[in-house]
């Protein structure tokens, strides 16, 4: 979790900070409605994730003052800090894995494109499938979820079944993997054998599931990490010239990929 990278750092106790959890869900209005509340106590940074593409509000907040960092999302087009993980990067690598594997029929079980990790992992799956020499309309089947939950990685095979069947579920996070495959379970299809499937995030439950999910691994604590140093820093300034930063800081990780266990070559 970004969490525990987050509250490790000392600077957070030793200013006698406190860390605020704030989930929107993706949405827009959540969103707003928490920035809203934040402000009004005068809270010395925010960092967050954008539900959405468009983060001028978030540009205004810091030039009202409030300390920003962006989470898991490039800042390259703004003058916010950010630190993030190359999601591209992510979704390619799973998508070679799959490739490798002999698959040419996948499923991407993505979610709504406004979602910038969501579009970067798509992206780097159809670059996967390029390189591979494929036509990615052949082998990719993209089902897009109003959202990322395990009920919705499940509803996804209803929508499946009105298709051509494919050898391997790419999912775009692990909790819609989960949704996945407790579908797949329900109708009998096995895992790996009948069926591989693939997620996203490596979050604690994927290793205890049988068998264990194949996923792309991000270092959340890391990012946590450098995410509160990089807000600490935005929000306080210079200790000795009471100067803040008026340049964007960005640091950028690439997942790696877990062991496979839910994934092997189509029969």
């Avoid at 499938?129 to 897009?144: C, S």
Wanted: aromatic letters at 2%; hydrophobic letters at 40%.
């Amino acid at each position: 979790m970004f969490q525990r990278g987050i509250e490790t750092r000392p600077r957070l106790s030793q200013e006698q900070l406190l860390l605020v959890l704030c989930s929107t869900s993706d949405s827009l209005e959540k969103e707003a409605h928490y920035l809203q509340i934040l402000e009004q106590h005068q809270v010395p940074g925010i960092l967050i994730t954008p539900a959405g593409q468009d983060i001028s509000h978030l540009m205004k907040l810091r030039r009202r003052g409030i300390g920003m960092v962006l989470l898991d999302r490039p800042g390259a087009d703004s003058q916010l800090c950010a630190v993030a993980v190359d999601n591209g990067r992510g979704g390619e690598m799973a998508g070679a894995h799959l490739l490798s594997l002999g698959h040419r029929r996948i499923a991407f079980l993505n979610g709504p494109s406004i979602v910038r990790q969501c579009a970067d992992r798509w992206e780097g799956l159809v670059k996967a499938v390029r390189a591979a020499g494929l036509d990615p309309d052949e082998v990719i089947i993209e089902i897009t979820l109003p959202g990322l939950t395990p009920s919705e990685g499940e509803a996804a095979l209803e929508r499946l079944s009105l298709r051509k069947w494919p050898t391997a579920l790419l999912c775009v996070n692990d909790t819609v993997a989960l949704g996945a495959l407790r579908g797949l379970e329900r109708r009998g299809i096995t895992v790996p054998h009948d069926m591989a499937v693939m997620g996203y995030d490596d979050v604690e439950f994927a290793a205890l599931l049988s068998p264990s999910l194949t996923t792309v691994r991000q270092p959340k604590h890391q990012l946590g990490q450098a995410a509160a140093e990089l807000l600490l820093t935005d929000a306080r300034g210079d200790a000795a010239t009471g100067i803040r930063r008026s340049s964007s800081s960005r640091s950028s990780w690439s997942g790696r990929q877990r062991a496979p266990s839910s994934t092997s070559p189509p029969v």
